[in-house]
């Protein structure tokens, strides 16, 4: 059977599964390294700090060599380096005196398979011929979701009836994923676009002006998103007086659920309204959430806030990417670049909430700053976006 392009975006979908894997999984089994191999919890932090520099260093320096090894081979490296980091986890440590150095370098393995994933994956969905690129795009985001709820929800279902002792079975099996899609991607058809780069080249990326508002919009995209669902687990265990198992299943479950809904009402809106406006909403939206989360005393207030900020950013990420391949017309190089904006707002995000240690309420309203930001940035944007479609009516006029 001949596969078509609706085979490569259904393995593009899994391919953010496969980062959700990546980076959903390995956190919920820090509590069961510290115990088995009596590693500090300053160790566990480096692990996470690790995890995104290696990201951040993938989406940098992948601007220079994905068009020259071409998007199939980066594919194929991606999802191998994510399954060969997961398989590492599961005997690594054991072999070293000191299992910390066995987990860093499994994380680096896996890392690097993830943000090679979050660089290719979105280039090759917009070079597919498929009628709505935002639609599709929005839908493509909405699994990142999806597979974060399912790696919770499906793992903590195991551990209950397996036990954590038997976590390395887990793992194992979270490692199949990529695995599979390994070779799935074999044989999927690749465009024309994504297989040479496509687009302008890095100069002319950098000469034109509105990158630089899509690389702050970006950056405020990943800061807003990480910002609350970071700390989603302590506003659920405030808001409904849960455990703190509890509390990390129910916070982060509800705030990727309600993302991944906002995601796909994003693809099905994005069809009769702007890209921008789509984003200006879910960016005003998100200031009320961080505002009833800072200001509102009620605990079932802020986990009600944590679910509203979990919606109003679902069409910030998705939406960048559309707009900014619409407006600066960039290749490999752009979406790049946006990844790396994207991903430095998810360490700058947290940090500036968490800032003041234990008043999280004092951070948020702080951070609010994020979507303050993101919202001055499409301002120009829209305002470019309406002078161009009174420019195209008078053309068309004339030529009438």
């Known amino acids: 059977m001949k596969l078509s392009h609706r085979h490569t975006v259904a393995s593009c979908f899994i391919g953010y599964v496969v980062q959700a894997i990546v980076n959903i999984f390995v956190p919920l089994l820090f509590v069961t390294f510290q115990s088995q191999y009596e590693i500090p919890l300053s160790e566990i932090t480096v692990l996470i700090a690790v995890n995104f520099a290696v990201q951040l260093t993938v989406d940098f320096s992948s601007a220079f060599f994905i068009d020259k090894i071409g998007y199939r081979a980066a594919g194929l490296m991606a999802h191998g380096f ?32 993830g943000g090679l994933l979050e660089v290719i994956v979105s280039p090759i969905v917009e070079a597919c011929p498929t009628k709505n690129k935002a ?36 793992t194992y099996i979270w490692a199949a994923v990529p695995v599979c899609n390994l070779v799935y991607f074999i044989f999927v058809p690749l465009a024309p676009l994504s297989a040479e780069g496509g687009g302008a080249g890095l100069k002319a990326i950098f000469k034109n002006k509105y990158l630089w508002l899509f690389l702050l919009i970006m950056l405020c995209a990943g800061a807003c998103e990480l910002a609350i669902s970071q700390w989603a687990s302590l506003f659920a265990e405030k808001g409904l007086g849960v455990s703190k198992t509890v509390g990390d299943l129910t916070g982060p479950a509800v705030f990727a659920l309600l993302m991944g809904i906002s995601r796909l009402i994003y693809g099905k809106l994005s069809k009769r309204i702007g ?33 509203l900020c979990g919606f109003s950013v679902g069409a910030l990420w998705p939406g960048a990417f559309s707009a900014a391949v619409n407006t600066v017309k960039g290749g490999t190089s752009l979406f790049a670049f946006l990844a790396l904006a994207g991903d430095t707002g998810c360490i700058l995000g947290p940090a500036v909430a968490g800032a003041f240690g234990d008043d999280l309420h004092t951070g948020i309203l702080v951070a609010v700053v994020f979507p303050a930001l993101l919202v001055a940035a499409l301002i120009p944007l829209i305002v470019a976006e309406r002078r161009k479609k009174k420019i195209d009516l008078r053309s068309e006029s004339g030529r009438d």
């Open 82 to 113: 994510a399954a060969a980091g997961l398989i590492l986890l599961t005997f690594l440590p054991d072999l070293f005196t000191n299992a910390f150095w066995g987990l860093l370098i499994s994380v680096i393995v896996y890392a690097f398979g």
């Open 135 to 170: 639609q599709i795009m929005g839908i493509l985001h909405s699994f990142y979701c999806w597979g974060s709820v399912a790696v919770v929800g499906l793992s903590t279902l195991f551990f209950s009836l397996c036990g954590i002792e038997n976590w390395k079975i887990m």
């Open 275 to 307: 890209i921008e406006h789509l984003m200006l909403f879910g960016g005003l939206l998100c200031v009320a959430a961080y505002l009833m989360i800072a200001l509102v005393p009620d605990p079932v207030a802020g986990l009600v806030g944590v679910g």
